[in-house]
């Protein structure tokens, strides 16, 4: 773990480095200053932990993840219910909305990135689509501009990182937030600071927030089937939501690798 190897010390590093931007007002160049100052502490601290020699992962705090993945599922059961289900989490209309809506409050943040990351067609794609969605789709709740195939490009400040040549680090699992790695933590940080919106305050602050919130709980609705699958069928849900987060994240990244499945039938072919 970055920060000396302390879970919590990186979220202390989070919160501080949030309210240096969000906290008093400060002038334009102190923000610019913090911003940078923060880019380049979480550059520099991402990949801080190497892989051992012959490891599968990149993963030295799975006592620790293992302990944090267990709390989450527990977590999971008490907001979503015991498993199996005999209802949807919620209504599929329901759940596409919270989602839409949540996916496009990220839009500006994916417009940066993509400008970061020397991709001037993608940005302009995605400035589109936030435009359309949140005019036409009432704030993003309807998706229009999928129905005329601009859909998204998403692009986050861990995949910026990728990109400029920060190493991975190791795999980590967040307390509610899920599995990561010591880059895409560091990239979710300045991203939440380099999105205009999360720098509205006031009541609105906590309408965006809960906006988010409702945006995940539709996410899990959605996608409830590989969930489910994952975290409840699972000989080792633990492993097995490392092996398909990792290999996600890699497609994303367009990263080519032959991953070993724990689970796969060798004889099944």
């Known amino acids: 773990m970055p920060y000396g190897g302390r879970p919590g ?77 005999a209802k949807p ?17 990220g839009m500006p943040s994916a417009v940066l990135n993509s400008l970061l990351q020397g991709k001037p067609g993608p940005a302009l794609q995605n400035t589109l689509r936030f435009a359309l969605n949140t005019t036409v789709g009432l704030g993003g709740v309807f998706d229009p501009a999928g129905a005329i195939g601009i859909y998204a490009d998403d692009a986050d400040f861990g995949e ?31 991203d939440i600071v380099i999105n205009p919106l999360n720098a509205i305050g006031g009541r609105e602050a906590y309408y965006l927030g809960a906006a988010k ?28 939501l490392r092996l398909m987060y990792l290999q996600y994240r890699h497609h994303q990244l367009g990263i080519e690798e032959d991953v070993f499945d724990p689970y796969e039938d060798p004889y099944g072919q």
């Open 160 to 190: 910026t990182l990728h990109v400029w040549g920060a190493p991975e680090g190791a795999y980590l699992v967040l307390p509610f937030a899920g599995p990561t790695t010591e880059r895409d933590l560091a990239g979710s940080v300045v």
């Open 9 to 85: 010390a990186a979220f202390a590093f989070c919160g501080e480095t949030r309210n240096k931007v969000f906290g008093n007002p400060l002038s334009v160049n102190r923000k610019i200053r913090s911003v940078l100052s923060m880019l380049a502490c979480l550059a520099l601290a991402a990949g801080c932990a190497r892989q051992e020699p012959g490891a599968e992962y990149n993963d030295p705090f799975e006592a620790q993840n293992r302990a944090v993945h267990d709390e989450n599922v527990k977590l999971d059961t008490l907001v979503f219910g015991t498993y199996p289900r």
């Open 213 to 240: 919130l409702a945006g995940g709980a539709g996410n899990r609705s959605l996608y409830s089937d590989t969930v489910d699958s994952i975290l409840y069928e699972s000989a080792d849900s633990y492993a097995q």
């Open 89 to 105: 989490i919620l209504p599929k209309p329901v759940a596409k909305g919270f989602s839409n809506f949540s996916s496009n409050l």
